[in-house]
């Protein structure tokens, strides 16, 4: 089954303790990114990727970084987490980034962290 | 910067009752555009991509339409039924990024 997995799925941390996000696709998308969604600020982009060892800041990258080592994964690493940092996380591929039919996005089932 | 914006941002229909659910976008630069549906606490679940040259998409009881010189987006739903209960949300893609609306959460009373 085509599919974007994150994990873990839910996590409660304590404030400056580092932690990974996972996030892999089965789909060979060459484009990932990852998003946090906050009641009244909506869905915001964090980073992106568009390939292999090619990775750029979203809107919201402070306090993040990610890697992307082999194209069907794409962490997200939190190196000293704070309690602004509560929020839902999502993981999202796609084929490609530019025009034409291979754009359409799938998402991750969420991660939803706790920081305290 | 793109603005989504989606109207109205809730809305409760009886069973059986046709939806609309209506998205503009202030930059009519975009490579595509693509509803999602998203359940509480859970992840988004994609309904219908729009490719920028296309003016409309169909699947089932889903049918969205594109409009991008006026920057606007329509989602219909046909016969709702009890289970199209959710948020429903607009993305434009442009600039290596989906931007989102906030979406507009709909309930379908039985």
């Known amino acids: 089954e085509a599919q974007v997995t994150q994990n873990p799925r839910y996590l409660i941390t304590v404030t400056g303790k580092k932690l990974t996000v996972t996030c892999s696709q089965n789909?060979?998308?060459?484009?990932m990114s990852w998003y946090r969604q906050d009641p009244g600020l909506g869905l915001r982009q964090i980073y992106y990727?568009?390939?292999?060892?090619?990775?750029d800041k979203g809107d919201v990258p402070e306090g993040y970084k990610v890697s992307r080592k082999e194209k069907r994964n794409f962490p997200l690493i939190l190196e000293s987490p704070s309690p602004n940092q509560t929020s839902l996380y999502f993981c999202?591929?796609?084929?490609?980034?530019?025009?034409?039919?291979?754009?359409?996005?799938?998402f991750g089932q969420g991660t939803r962290l706790t920081v305290v | 910067k793109q603005e989504v914006t989606q109207i109205p941002a809730a809305l409760s229909v009886p069973e059986g009752e046709n939806l609309v659910l209506n998205c503009s976008f202030t930059?009519?630069?975009?490579?595509?555009l693509q509803w999602f549906r998203q359940d509480p606490g859970k992840g988004l679940t994609s309904l219908l991509l729009?490719?920028?040259?296309?003016r409309e998409q169909t699947s089932g009881r889903l049918n969205a339409s594109l409009d991008k010189s006026s920057g606007r987006s329509t989602l219909y739903i046909a016969a709702s039924q009890p289970g199209d209960s959710a948020t429903y949300l607009c993305?434009?893609?442009?600039?290596?990024?989906?931007?989102f609306g906030a979406g507009t959460t709909v309930t379908v009373r039985a």
């Open positions: 999202a591929s796609s084929p490609t980034t530019g025009t034409g039919e291979n754009t359409e996005a799938f």
């Open positions: 789909m060979n998308h060459e484009y």
């Open positions: 990727s568009m390939n292999v060892e090619v990775t």
């Open positions: 930059d009519s630069a975009i490579y595509n």
């Open positions: 729009i490719q920028s040259s296309q």
């Open positions: 993305a434009v893609y442009g600039d290596y990024k989906l931007s």
